[in-house]
Structure formats: structure tokens, C-alpha cells
């Protein structure tokens, strides 16, 4: 079904996914008002922070459609040299928190991340590049696939190495992802595919091998910080993680309806955004669990039907990029909470608190919902 906004020749959207996206919206916002009991001080008031960067990010969704996603393919190299720089400048002047100098602090507004818009200008800048190889080769030699994957790689490797240096592992993870999934449907060779896997676990081995069996020369070649993620990391395995242990016992009290508002049964640091499913799980239980993923699933869902149904390869490209960033910080935020994967500092797209963050999937969104009305006035 769809909907009329605000100017019915300019915005059609789906009322499905608009509503499901309020729908997280709200538990965004129930959630951290829930978390209220076990915050600290100075944090019990982010739910109405998170409503803040909710309008602004909406009001950014609508600028997005109304200037179309074809003015961001155009800008792309400008706002990929732009968040160079701000990944350059992060690493200069930055606010230094725990040991990482990730963030700019912005009077009023409070820390803005530069690494979580580096991912939306690296998949537009992806989409592009791509894009011009499949309009400039239609039957692609070896090399020319060679020249694209090259291209691609150091496109990626220039942001991941200045964030790496931040140090945010995480985020350089998203950056693999993105290039990985774009260069997937890019229609180059599979076999690609098969010797990039096998080169990355022979380095995996050797990298991860160098730490058990010399760690003093782990150190010396990679660093100490390298050697603390990589320590933080393993040690999730040995199940002494404080955080997840009691994140799990609060949800396995929720039963089926939850312990309720503010009565989270025992405290577990960053409840308001690595472990924010955790708080809505203690909070309504078995049937809280059921609505939050059913939400995520059907959001996800109307993303993917899009390729099903655009008739340009520029948004193919951008739709794959962004989906990978969200249907990945889905499962490892939640597979964090659960236990099934390391804690690696992924939150969970438009319900866990954070204004770089959200703002960043925000903008997503927009991008997402200016390709939808880009179809709508195409096709009806």
C-alpha cells in the first residue's frame, strides 16, 4: 500500500515501512527510559537525548528526498574526501576516550563519531565506482576485473587504516563488509571470492597463530593495542565476560512478559547501546523478544524487495551497501547479546542510543526512502 507525503506528486512512500520504522522508534525510546534504574546519574535522561536526535534525523530523511539520491552519486567523491579528512582530523585532535580518539566533542550536542558516516560515503563513493565499470566494460576481462577489485580495495583501505589507528576495530569491520558485499553483486567473478576467503584465513591464521606462540613479538610487529583487541576479543570465550553474563541472567528472569519499566533486575554496563536488546527483552520478556525481531524482519524485508524492483544498477549498489551494514549490525548486536559472538562494540540500528549512530542510519534511510519514491514516480 501506498501513501502520499507531505507534497503527493513528490514523496510516495510505503506505509508499511513507515510504520514499522515508528514502531522501533518506540522501542528505542521505551527501552532507554527503561534502562533508567540501572544508568548512571548522568545518563538517565538519555531517552529524551535519543528523541532529539530522532527529529533531527527525520527532518534529515526528508532533506535527503527532497534533493534525490541522484545528488548524492554525483557528490560522491566530495563527501568521501570530506570524511577523510575527518578521519585525518579525528586522529589530531580528537576527544581522547578510553584510549581512542574516535570522537569529536561538539558544545550542546555532545561526541560525533566521523568513522559512522565514513560508511555511507564509502558505499556511495562503491556504488559509483562500480557503476562505471559496468557501464565502461560489458564483457570485462580478467584485468579489468583485477583493476576494479584494486580500485575497490584501496578506496577501502585509506578510510580503514585511519580508523584502525583511532583505534575502532569495529568500524573497520563494517568497512570489509561493505566492500565485500558490493563487489559480490558487482557481477565480477566468483572466483574472486574463493581466493580473497583463502588468503584472509591464512592471515587470520598467521596473525592470531603470532599471538599464542610469541606475544612479545606479536607486540613488537602490531603494536600493544593489537594486542589488547585481539586479548578482548578471545576472551569472550571463556565466558568470564562480566557485561554478557549479567545482560543474559536479566533476560532470563523476563519470562514470558518481562520484568517491566525500570525493573531491570541487575546491572550490566552499556545497557543504553551494545546491549539495548537486552534491556527490551528484560523489560517485556518472551513476547517483547518476538515483536522487536518481527519489526527488524519486516524492515529488512521491505529494503531487500527494493532490488527486486529498481530498474537502475546505482541503486542495486547503494541498496546492497546499506543493507549489509544493517542486517550485519543486526545479527552481531544481537549474537553479542546472546552470547553467540565477541563483544565488539556493534550496536543496533534505530534502537540503540547514539547520535552518530542513529544519525547515520537516518540517512540510510533517507537514501533508502528516496530510492522508493524514486521507483513510485516511476512506475505509477
Not at 530523511?61 to 527532497?66: A, D, E, Q, Y
Not at 539520491?69 to 579525528?90: E, G, K, P, Q
Not at 533517507?366 to 521507483?375: D, R, S, T
Amino acid at each position: 500500500m501506498v501513501i502520499n507525503m507531505h507534497k503527493p506528486s513528490r514523496f510516495k512512500v510505503d506505509i508499511g515501512f513507515i510504520i514499522t520504522f515508528f514502531i522501533m522508534m518506540l522501542i528505542s525510546v521505551i527501552s532507554l527510559y527503561s534502562a533508567n534504574n540501572i544508568l548512571p546519574s548522568y545518563q538517565t535522561h538519555v531517552f529524551l537525548k535519543q528523541l532529539v536526535w530522532f527529529g533531527i534525523g527525520i527532518g534529515l530523511v526528508i532533506l535527503i528526498m527532497n534533493l534525490g539520491v541522484d545528488y548524492f552519486y554525483r557528490h560522491a567523491r566530495i563527501l568521501y574526501i570530506i570524511n577523510i579528512i575527518l578521519l585525518i582530523s579525528v586522529l589530531l585532535w580528537g576527544r581522547d576516550i578510553n584510549g581512542a580518539r574516535a570522537w569529536f566533542e561538539i558544545p550542546l550536542l555532545g561526541s560525533f563519531q566521523p568513522s559512522e558516516f565514513m560508511k555511507i560515503s564509502l558505499i556511495l563513493m562503491l556504488t559509483v565506482k562500480i557503476n562505471e565499470f559496468n557501464n565502461m566494460f560489458h564483457q570485462p576481462t580478467i584485468d579489468d576485473e583485477l583493476k576494479l577489485i584494486f580500485s575497490c580495495i584501496m578506496i577501502t583501505f585509506i578510510p580503514s587504516l585511519l580508523t584502525f589507528l583511532e583505534p575502532d576495530t569495529g568500524a573497520v569491520i563494517f568497512y570489509l563488509v561493505i566492500l565485500f558485499s558490493m563487489l559480490f553483486i558487482s557481477g565480477i567473478r566468483k572466483r574472486w571470492f574463493i581466493i580473497g576467503f583463502i588468503i584472509i584465513i591464512i592471515i587470520t591464521i598467521i596473525f592470531i597463530g603470532l599471538y599464542f606462540i610469541n606475544d612479545h613479538l606479536f607486540i613488537n610487529l602490531f603494536g600493544t593495542n593489537s594486542f589488547y583487541r585481539i586479548d578482548r576479543i578471545l576472551n569472550w570465550t571463556n565466558g568470564e565476560a562480566f557485561q554478557l553474563k549479567n545482560a543474559m541472567a536479566s533476560m532470563g528472569s523476563a519470562g514470558i512478559w518481562g520484568n517491566g519499566l525500570q525493573k531491570i533486575p541487575i546491572y550490566f554496563p552499556e545497557a543504553n547501546t551494545d546491549f539495548i536488546f537486552a534491556v527490551w527483552v528484560s523489560t517485556f520478556g518472551l513476547i517483547g523478544a518476538f515483536i522487536l525481531i518481527c519489526s527488524i524482519l519486516f524492515f529488512d524485508f521491505k529494503i531487500i524487495n527494493l532490488t527486486s524492483i529498481t530498474n537502475k544498477n546505482l541503486n542495486l549498489y547503494l541498496i546492497a551497501g546499506i543493507i549489509s551494514v544493517i542486517i550485519f549490525s543486526q545479527v552481531i548486536n544481537i549474537g553479542m547479546t546472546l552470547g553467540l559472538f565477541p563483544i565488539i562494540g556493534v550496536t543496533l540500528p534505530f534502537i540503540s542510543y547514539g547520535g552518530s549512530s542513529l544519525l547515520s542510519y537516518m540517512i540510510m534511510l533517507g537514501l533508502i526512502l528516496a530510492i522508493n519514491n524514486e521507483i513510485y514516480r516511476f512506475t505509477n
